[in-house]
T-cell receptor, first 118, second 115 residues
Framework: NAGVTQTPKFQVLKTGQSMTLQCAQDMNHNSMYWYRQDPGMGLRLIYYSASEGTTDKGEVPNGYNVSRLNKREFSLRLESAAPSQTSVYFC?????????????????FGEGSRLTVL | AQTVTQSQPEMSVQEAETVTLSCTYDTSESDYYLFWYKQPPSRQMILVIRQEAYKQQNATENRFSVNFQKAAKSFSLKISDSQLGDAAMYFCAYSYVFGNEKLTFGTGTRLTIIP
């Protein structure tokens, strides 16, 4: 039972290079999220996808793009990496339900990807 | 917009003692969830406890319990009989109940357990 799987776990880039962080979940969840974690700032939402085929910006979307390839996969792309994007990135998934039976709201997280931009 | 505030960047406690981590939040909604997540050095985010706002009874999970004060918008985590394995970053988080349920996180409290 893999849950949420992120790749790669570590990556070093030079300024201006591009890369894609991959995320896949095997829990048949509808919603998927990308967060970044920086010291003293907690986790901040970059983008999310409420369902296959839809994506929306979160709190800090600048410099990133996302693709919801199918229900399982949600990728995060840095087109031209900058040192300010040095961070730990977390993918997460959740299965919301409509009222009156609301979901638990519990996010299931991947193990995180540490990205360093030089 | 919802905000979550953790005013204690660091806390420490003697092993076997009790510690309380503070969290306040701001929302105009009446129906929502609150969470405490633990992040040990392994970096994995682990759900510790969850509270539904419509429930007046405070949630408990073994040694972990919360003090949920809805009117004061306060949600503290009490860890009893602290163990070395409790050392971690603890994040408080808020989620609106209906919809895609994005979580808003606080900035975290680093808890150190003193043997």
């Amino acid at each position: 039972n893999a849950g949420v799987t992120q790749t790669p776990k570590f990556q070093v880039l030079k300024t201006g290079q591009s890369m894609t962080l991959q995320c896949a979940q095997d829990m048949n969840h509808n919603s998927m999220y990308w967060y970044r974690q920086d010291p003293g700032m907690g986790l901040r939402l970059i983008y999310y996808s409420a369902s296959e085929g839809t994506t929306d910006k979160g709190e800090v979307p600048n410099g990133y793009n996302v693709s919801r390839l199918n229900k399982r996969e949600f990728s995060l792309r840095l087109e031209s990496a900058a040192p300010s994007q040095t961070s730990v990135y977390f993918c997460a998934s959740l299965n919301p339900r409509t009222r009156p039976t609301s979901s638990t709201g519990e996010l299931f997280f991947g193990e995180g990807s540490r990205l360093t931009v030089l | 917009a919802q905000t979550v505030t953790q005013s204690q960047p660091e806390m420490s406690v003697q092993e076997a003692e009790t510690v309380t981590l503070s969290c306040t939040y701001d929302t105009s909604e009446s129906d929502y969830y609150l969470f405490w997540y633990k992040q040990p050095p392994s970096r994995q985010m682990i759900l510790v406890i969850r509270q539904e706002a419509y429930k007046q009874q405070n949630a408990t999970e073994n040694r972990f319990s919360v003090n949920f004060q809805k009117a004061a918008k306060s949600f503290s985590l009490k860890i009893s009989d602290s163990q070395l394995g409790d050392a971690a970053m603890y994040f408080c988080a808020y989620s609106y109940v209906f919809g895609n349920e994005k979580l808003t996180f606080g900035t975290g409290t680093r808890l150190t357990i003193i043997p």
